[in-house]
């Protein structure tokens, strides 16, 4: 029921910044928190940030500070403002959707390349 969709990524500079945005529709009110993560050539996905339908929210320890993750609850849309970017940020960032006891719902993913 619930779909995700990601865009905002692409190409930048070490030290450069780029904004994700991940776009729900579907049955909303089911989203418990929603989640960013990412997987690097040759490594698993891991978890970046995650913000919960109270605010709360948490950050990988290598990009606290750098990221922060945010919400437009109007727009059903979560976003995560990446600054500083470093070249080992590259990566596939994934949007993730965290429904309680319901099935988990990932979207399709965008890619960040941070490259000089």
């Known amino acids: 029921q619930v779909q995700l969709v990601e865009s905002g990524g692409g190409l930048v500079q070490p030290g450069g910044s780029l904004r994700l945005s991940c776009a729900a529709s579907?049955?909303?009110?089911?989203?418990?928190?929603t989640g960013w993560y990412r997987q690097a050539p040759g490594k698993q996905r891991e978890l970046v940030a995650v913000?919960?339908?109270?605010?709360?929210?948490n950050y990988a320890d290598s990009v606290k500070g750098r990221f922060t993750i945010s919400r437009d609850n109007a727009k059903n849309t979560v976003y995560l403002q990446m600054n500083s970017l470093k070249p080992e940020d590259t990566a596939v960032y994934y949007c993730?959707?965290?429904?309680?006891?319901?099935?988990?719902?990932w979207g399709q993913g965008t890619l960040v390349t941070v490259s000089s």
């Open positions: 993730h959707a965290d429904r309680r006891g319901l099935l988990e719902v």
């Open positions: 579907g049955s909303i009110f089911t989203i418990y928190a």
């Open positions: 913000i919960t339908s109270s605010g709360s929210t």
